[in-house]
């Protein structure tokens, strides 16, 4: 049992980035208090509304402006206090049998923006975690109840059939196929290497063309049935015949196809209602004990990241005061000239392992892995008995989620494994209006959205308990993001 004995992380103070931060925060500090005094002295100053002076007023507002900018850099300085950094040690991990499962959460909405073949290369990236596949779960959510994106599915699990097995073959480690094609990595001299990746190459290209042709046949496919359609949930088994890809088949992770209801007079609270309907559907088809919430303009860059996940939820000094695992974004094709900083660097760079440092960073709306007791709330915690009627006003009508609720720290109850099998369940618990008269209802989702100046300002609810809000952002990027516009 060596993995009891040694950490599974490590977290790093660095003494020098602390230094260099501190003293950046003095040198600030002093200058605005300099400023400060300036500005104070102009009241004090008898000629201060002499002719040719700035009017006290236009004094005044400036004051006030840079008071006021001030306030919000000392609010930040915080986060510079004491940056830490943290090592996993995924090898110590106890073996794959006593790994908890994990369901990965990915979310589209309009196959006209976000294109099918990128979605899918998302979807591949996760299926192709260094994870055992038989923990993994990978659920999308279309919000468009697009058929070009259930037919992506399916085509995406007959590749994913070709890919997965090449790539635990060769230790590749950019899974996302259309990243590991357009990189070129030469990774392996093993004798077949060559061939077999220009037998892959081959297949992906097949795979874009399929998913291409389908929406070039179908290009009138109507835009209404967007926002009134019903639920559809399917468990996708691909369509291949293909006998090499047949004898690969054991290999594979669950793949599910989720498409809410939606209807034009119930609102759909976006991310968040896609959200909550993935929560729900996975709870009675998986119930994983920790979810991966990716978007889908984003791909796993690093396959380890699960096991690396796990390294800080399954430390049992950590574990029972986790709630998430935070990893950060990289962008790819930003122009060279970021004015606006849209690759993030400062809240990724700095500000979120300034945040580790003192509570944990913010949740950042993907890639992250939180544990799924963390989403619910009281009743159901361990060693209480909540009665029927309390769970059914927060969680909903659905006996079969509720018994999954009650259930959530346990692993795996009831996968489906027949092709295209739902249980009757999974509809309702999809159903626009199950949320009506809840708690989840009232609190729009577990995971919140609202709308703020045309983007999408995502808030998770952690209905915590016993857990305090605790949480970790470890190691280099792992979940890259922005990779889709490059698609276009
Ligand atoms: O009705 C909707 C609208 C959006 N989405 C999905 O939500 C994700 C994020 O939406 P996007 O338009 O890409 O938002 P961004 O501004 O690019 O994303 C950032 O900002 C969002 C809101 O702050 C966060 O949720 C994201 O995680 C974060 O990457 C995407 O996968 C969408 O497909 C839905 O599923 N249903
Ligand atoms: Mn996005």
Known sequence: M?????????????????????AHMLIHGAALLILIHYRASFFFAEEASSPGQPTTLAWLIIFLGELM????WLLHQAFRWRPISRTAFPERLPGDGELPSIDVLVCTADPDKEPTVAVM???ISAMALDYPPEKLHVYLSDDGGSLLTLHGMREAYDFARRWLPFCKRYGIKTRCPKAYFMDD???????????????????????????????????????????????TIE?????????VVQADQQQMPLLVYVSREKRPSYPHNFKAGALNVLLRVSGVI??????????????????????????????????????????????????????YDSKIRSPFGTLWYGMDGLQGPLISGTGFYVKRESLYSEPMQE?????LMDLKAIFGHSNEFIKHVQWSDKLNKNILSE??????????????????????????????????????????????????????????????????????
């Open 2 to 22: 060596e993995h009891c004995l040694r950490p599974l992380n490590l977290c790093h103070v660095e003494p020098k980035l602390i230094a260099v931060n501190r």
């Open 286 to 339: 998986s119930n994983s004990p920790y979810v991966l919430v990716l978007d889908c303009d984003m791909y796993c860059n690093d396959p380890s990241s699960a096991r690396r996940a796990m390294c800080f939820h399954l430390d049992p000094t950590l574990s029972p005061s986790l709630s998430f695992v935070q990893f950060p974004q990289s962008f790819h094709n930003i122009s060279k000239n970021d004015i």
């Open 235 to 243: 468990v996708i088994h691909g369509n291949s015949s293909d006998e």
């Open 121 to 123: 290369n998302t979807v």
């Open 185 to 231: 990595e030469d990774v392996s001299a093993s004798v077949g290497y060559e061939s077999e990746k220009e037998e892959v190459k081959e297949k992906y290209e097949l795979f874009e063309a399929h998913i291409n042709g389908y929406r070039n046949r179908n290009y009138g496919e109507s835009r209404d049935g967007r926002l009134d359609h019903p639920a």
């Open 419 to 488: 092709p295209g099998t739902v249980c009757r369940d999974t509809e309702h618990l999809a159903s626009c209006h199950y949320e009506n008269g809840t708690k989840w209802g009232q609190e729009a989702s577990r995971f919140q959205v609202r709308i703020c100046g045309g983007r999408l300002l995502h808030q998770l609810r952690l209905a915590l308990q016993r857990m305090e809000i605790s949480v970790l952002s470890p190691v280099a990027a792992a979940i890259f993001g922005g990779f889709h516009d490059k698609f276009e």
């Open 383 to 387: 060693g209480t008995t909540a009665n």
């Open 69 to 72: 900018l001030s306030l919000t």
